[in-house]
């Protein structure tokens, strides 16, 4: 409870260029951090973890830049050797590929290249 009281509060006090922004990056990480929560509670239960893996291919949509914790959740996997491991990466890849597809789809081929075009 106390840390994301005090996250907000941090948030509020020395990012006042923050309020009312539209900057995806902060529910990117609200989306991959209720993710990371998930899949702490279903690994430690020893559960299925790849709708928490799911939901953080979700926030990876949202903000495609978020890629460490998925990459260190699927890393944690095998380093413990989970039965979990390889159909947990078979399913975030397959589900990252189809999103990726979609979006192609969507907005045409050039979105990969716009995707990976390098900001200032």
């Not at 020395?14 to 009312?20: F, H, R, V």
């Not at 291919?57 to 050797?81: E, M, Q």
Request: hydrophobic share 55%; proline share 8%; charged share 10%.
């Amino acid at each position: 409870m106390v840390a994301p009281l005090w996250y907000l509060a941090i948030m509020s006090r020395n990012s006042t260029i923050y309020i009312g922004a539209n900057d995806p990056q902060l529910p990117g990480l609200a989306i991959m951090s209720a993710g990371l929560v998930w899949f702490l509670r279903q690994t430690e239960r020893g559960a299925y973890p790849i709708p928490a893996l799911l939901l953080m291919v979700v926030g990876g949509f949202w903000k495609h830049n978020n890629i460490a914790v998925p990459l260190v959740s699927l890393t944690w996997l095998y380093v413990v050797r989970s039965k979990f491991a390889l159909q947990a990466f078979r399913a975030s890849a397959e589900a990252v590929l189809v999103g990726l597809a979609v979006c192609v789809l969507i907005c045409g081929p050039n979105f990969i290249p716009n995707l990976l075009t390098p900001r200032q």
